[in-house]
């Protein structure tokens, strides 16, 4: 068990410019979380999958954000067009069915929009 | 919607006091709850949990009780030390574990 990871763990880009943020969660977990979190505020559930099959979506996960978890491993989200408002921590967290509800949290990764 | 109220911070404490955070929540049906702990430099991660009513969750010292009549689920912990200090988030998570709804998290700073 090596934990949920994310990469890359910092990005700066440049507003309108389109990032894409990694997350490999602990091998034999089948539920996978996005979550986004500004300074001095909790995460922000964004979406979830079980296994492959994206189940929820957050109103905050406007039509420039996408994720996707093909073959129930790793998750990509990708925000196209950034904008300054996207700077936050970016958190991915997973879960396995005999977990109950807890999940992993991985290190985050941190997005600056300039 | 579901929805997690807990005490602002900064919570200031000198070493070997007694800690409460208090946490509140609103929800349809019967959520698990949990707290978070997120220490200077790391992850978040699971301090502890409680799945239903009147369950008490406890790990390093730390405790909640689940109090479905008061819509409750504050910590406590009996004498703090400094290695205790970081952020605390308490959450709820209703039943299909879809969506984990967070508070906006509690400092908890610990002197020697």
């Known amino acids: 068990d090596t934990g949920v990871s994310q990469n890359p763990r910092h990005k700066i880009t440049k507003r309108g410019q389109n990032v894409t943020f990694r997350c490999d969660p602990i091998?034999?977990?089948?539920?996978l979380y996005w979550y986004r979190q500004t300074l001095g505020q909790g995460p922000e559930f964004l979406t979830y999958f079980q296994n492959e099959a994206q189940l929820e979506k957050s109103r905050l996960l406007s039509d420039r954000f996408s994720a996707e978890r093909p073959k129930g491993s790793f998750s990509t989200l990708e925000i196209q067009r950034t904008e300054q408002g996207d700077s936050a921590m970016y958190l991915c967290a997973s879960g396995g069915r005999t977990s109950g509800m807890e999940q992993y949290f991985g290190p985050g990764t941190r997005l600056t929009v300039t | 919607g579901d929805s997690v109220t807990q005490m602002e911070g900064p919570v200031t404490l000198s070493e070997e006091a007694f800690l409460t955070i208090n946490c509140t929540y609103t929800a349809t049906g019967y959520p698990s709850l949990f707290w978070y702990v997120q220490y200077p430099g790391e992850g978040l991660q699971l301090l502890l949990k409680a799945t239903k009513a009147d369950d008490k969750g406890s790990n390093k010292g730390f405790e909640a009780t689940y109090r479905k009549e008061t819509t409750s689920f504050h910590l406590e912990k009996g004498s703090v030390q400094v290695s205790d200090s970081a952020v605390y988030f308490c959450a709820l998570a209703n039943t299909g574990g879809f969506k984990t709804i967070f508070g906006a998290g509690t400092r908890l700073f610990v002197k020697a």
């Open positions: 091998s034999e977990h089948n539920r």
